[in-house]
Antibody, heavy 119, light 106 residues
Framework: EVQLVETGGGLIQPGGSLRLSCAAS????????MSWVRQAPGKGLEWVSV???????YYADSVKGRFTISRDNSKNTLYLQMNSLRAEDTAVYYC?????????????WGKGTTVTVSS | DIQMTQSPSTLSASVGDRVTITCRAS??????LAWYQQKPGKAPKLLIY???SLESGVPSRFSGSGSGTEFTLTISSLQPDDFATYYC????????FGQGTKLEIK
């Protein structure tokens, strides 16, 4: 079964760091376009970052320079390293698989992990 | 950056109604548009990709159309399970989502 499971969320103080993980099963992370998407409480979806199968990475302006997306092919796992966290980073973070042939829609989503940035 | 604007923000309808949600892009995105359904506390679910292609397993009452800058999602006959929030997403360039349309029971 194709599945994504996010872990690593929690309560963190402003300025702190957190690393989210997204373990994949049923497919190979490194062969797919993989994204992180977040949703602040009561708000809509916001794309955060993407890593292409070739390894190129891109970020939303709101997280550029603070967040880093990566993957561990041996563990078939996607990561999001989040540094210098701010209150406005509070959200549910989803990882998602890109559609066929590296297309940019997202056909498989995890259940999400909650990040709360607060003192 | 490409901005996506959905209308309406909220839509009240009854079971059996035909409903249409519109999504407009700030510049042409060809047919690189997807639609998602999200229920409270759940992850989004892909419904439509490439503007009009129905994702496997999605009921045929859902359909998408459009190209360029204007797109629509139509539900031909609303079912109780369809009351949710719907998002469009462009993937002509780095992804961006519309603000969402909440479909409520009238």
């Amino acid at each position: 079964e194709v599945q994504l499971v996010e872990t690593g969320g929690g309560l963190i103080q402003p300025g702190g760091s957190l690393r989210l993980s997204c373990a994949a099963s049923g497919f190979t992370v490194s062969s797919n376009y993989m994204s992180w998407v977040r949703q602040a409480p009561g708000k809509g979806l916001e794309w955060v970052s993407v890593i292409y199968s070739g390894g190129s990475t891109y970020y939303a302006d709101s997280v550029k320079g603070r967040f880093t997306i990566s993957r561990d092919n041996s563990k078939n796992t996607l990561y999001l390293q989040m540094n210098s966290l701010r209150a406005e980073d509070t959200a549910v973070y989803y990882c998602a698989r890109g559609g066929s042939s590296g297309s940019g829609y997202m056909d498989v989503w995890g259940k999400g992990t909650t990040v709360t940035v607060s003192s | 950056d490409i901005q996506m604007t959905q209308s309406p923000s909220t839509l009240s309808a009854s079971v059996g109604d035909r409903v249409t949600i519109t999504c407009r892009a700030s510049q042409s995105i060809s047919s690189w548009l997807a639609w998602y359904q999200q229920k409270p506390g759940k992850a989004p679910k892909l419904l439509i990709y490439k503007a009009s292609s129905l994702e496997s397993g999605v009921p045929s009452r859902f359909s998408g159309s459009g190209s360029g800058t204007e797109f629509t999602l139509t539900i031909s006959s609303l079912q109780p399970d369809d009351f949710a929030t719907y998002y469009c997403q462009q993937y002509n360039s780095l992804p961006s989502f519309g603000q969402g349309t909440k479909l409520e029971i009238k």
